[in-house]
């Protein structure tokens, strides 16, 4: 990665664990300026700590994505705690495992505050920085499942959906500036989604899922991203045959992929 990064103002949110915690190692590692965003500021301060930054090259700034629908005081404070701002990475999210008829509304509505609407919300606090600038970088971490809807996660499959639509349209009305916009596709990735994935009552599914404990290392897709964005990609997929086969056939053969998916697993 050479320079690339080196005192580049990263902001990752949903930093705490999983995907997150993984891209601030990898963008502290690169020589960047990180800010560290999640709710839960007692393990963001444990990621700062072990990923080597300090107060002087990195901001732990706590958010609630669901929540909160104005970040410009927020992106202020980064830009005048770290001289300025160059990639956001929109890491922030959480999952579901029920069926829809199982599922209550307020789940439905909860899962796109944290995973569409947040992530819009502080697109809209840093864009006029980016423009402004006329250069900068949202990688959006959405899902496989983002492309192809599968049981049990409906809402959560809406959600990514979602940010496709939204962010593909950005990067098209921004084509006056330098403003990349990285869509990533993870498949099944060893973190704790699936433990923290709401069932439709609302509450943690509370176990992990087979096929993600068996999923690739977080740090693979921190790498990855970083490789992405050296490049200039617009959309990257990772994850296993199984994840790459689902896109293909979705792609090509959308009505054999529905027949397959019709006989998944679904309890």
Wanted: charge should be positive; glycine fraction near 8%; proline fraction near 2%.
């Amino acid at each position: 990665m050479n320079q690339h990064f080196q005192d580049k103002v990263v902001w990752i949110t949903g930093a705490s664990s999983g995907i997150g915690e993984a891209l601030v190692f990898a963008f502290a590692k690169a020589g960047a300026k990180v800010v560290l965003s999640s709710r839960r500021q007692v393990e963001l301060k444990r990621v700062q700590k072990e990923a080597g930054l300090s107060e002087t090259n990195s901001l732990v700034l706590p958010l609630d994505l669901e929540k909160k629908r104005d970040f410009t005081s927020e992106t202020k404070k980064v830009i005048q705690k770290l001289g300025g701002l160059d990639i956001v990475i929109h890491n922030g999210g959480i999952s579901q495992r029920s069926l829809a008829k199982d599922t209550q509304i307020e789940v439905y509505e909860k899962l796109m505050a944290v995973n569409y609407t947040g992530s819009v919300a502080l697109t809209l606090a840093t864009l006029p920085y980016f423009r402004k600038q006329k250069a900068g970088s949202y990688a959006v971490v959405t899902s496989i499942v983002g492309k192809v809807g599968t049981p049990l996660r409906s809402g959560y499959s809406a959600s990514k959906h979602a940010l496709h639509g939204f962010f593909d349209a950005l990067r098209a009305e921004n084509a006056d500036t330098d403003l990349n916009v990285l869509l990533v596709l993870p498949g099944f990735i060893k973190t704790n989604v699936s433990i923290n994935a709401l069932v439709g009552s609302g509450d943690s599914q509370g176990k992990m899922d087979e096929a993600q404990a068996k999923g690739l290392a977080p740090s693979v897709v921190a790498d990855k991203i970083l490789d992405a964005l050296i490049s200039g990609k617009q959309e990257i997929a990772i994850g296993g045959l199984r994840e790459h086969f689902a896109l293909f056939m979705k792609r090509f053969f959308p009505k054999i992929l529905a027949s397959i998916l019709k006989s998944a697993k679904v309890t």
